[in-house]
């Protein structure tokens, strides 16, 4: 079994039932769910003309490999609802591996560890909820780290359940 730890964010429709849609299924589909971070609300990154995103960390255990993960999350977002219009714009769900183990992949579908990871606050508080020792495979540095040396400014708000 394989530990990967993933980031569910949408800011269309209805974002808390979508991002429970996407646990529920990612828990059937891909692995077992380890721990959830709380949702945090958090203004669009990229283009910021958009409704606010709802985002939360997941560390699952999956017999998958990096890829089969992959195509899974994929189906899954389409199963939701997700139609692919505009790069960072507006979207019902998004699913991202983060990190998978301390593998390192560089395919045209398939970056890990995320290249923006430790560019996101929104990104890195809720990683950093649920396993800041965790050391990014590259960089060398642990979640809580990168969260403190995080050049992002967007404010990253824990909402109540």
């Known amino acids: 079994m394989s530990t990967a730890y993933l980031l569910i964010g949408g800011n269309l429709g209805n974002r808390k039932d979508n991002l429970q849609k996407a646990v529920t299924l990612i828990n059937e589909q891909c692995g077992s ?5 709380s949702v945090y609300e958090t203004a669009a990154w990229g283009i910021t003309d958009q409704p606010l995103f ?7 255990s999956t017999s998958l490999s990096a890829r089969q993960l992959m195509r899974k999350i994929l189906t899954i ?7 692919r219009n505009e790069k960072l714009g507006p979207r019902i769900i998004d699913i991202d591996i983060l990190l998978f183990e301390d593998e390192i992949h560089d395919l045209p579908f398939l970056k890990i560890p995320h290249p923006e990871l430790q560019n996101r606050r929104f990104v890195l508080t809720p990683l950093a909820e649920i396993d800041p020792e965790l050391q990014h495979p590259v960089l060398k540095k642990s979640i809580s780290q990168l969260l403190e040396e995080c050049p992002d400014n967007l404010e990253v708000k824990k909402i109540a359940d």
């Open 33 to 37: 769910l380890i721990k959830l971070s």
């Open 54 to 60: 709802l985002n939360q960390a997941l560390e699952i």
């Open 77 to 83: 977002e389409t199963d939701i609802g997700r139609v």
